[in-house]
Nanobody
Framework: QAQLEESGGGLVQAGGSLRLSCAAPGRTLSNRNRGWFRQAPGKERELVATIGWRDTTYYADSMKGRVTISSDNAKNTVYLQMNSLKPEDTAVYYC?????????????WGRGTQVTVSS
């Protein structure tokens, strides 16, 4: 099972930006659908964005226009640039790989990184 490591979470004021990173040391994930989920307290897990083969992307409506997913295959790393953050974006953000967009599921997961947006 691929081990994924997230970084870049933290506390930011509303309107601010954060960039999350997801690395897969020792693994090659460039041909897998990779991306990010999030889960806020008391809410269901939500698929935020994915990037797949030939850099095809998917974005959830809730964050479309405010996030950009990208990858650096040489570094085996996926990024999530989040702008114009809102308090409702507060959640634990999980990196994932082998994502099935239709079922909102994934085979490989990171441990998550907390993003807190203050008003």
């Amino acid at each position: 099972q691929a081990q994924l490591e997230e970084s870049g979470g933290g506390l930011v004021q509303a309107g601010g930006s954060l960039r999350l990173s997801c690395a897969a040391p020792g693994r090659t994930l460039s041909n897998r659908n990779r991306g990010w989920f999030r889960q806020a307290p008391g809410k269901e897990r939500e698929l935020v964005a994915t990037i797949g083969w030939r850099d095809t992307t998917y974005y959830a409506d809730s964050m479309k226009g405010r996030v950009t997913i990208s990858s650096d295959n040489a570094k085996n790393t996926v990024y999530l640039q989040m702008n114009s953050l809102k308090p409702e974006d507060t959640a634990v953000y999980y990196c994932a790989a082998d994502i099935q967009v239709a079922t909102k599921s994934a085979k490989h997961w990171g441990r998550g990184t907390q993003v807190t947006v203050s008003s």
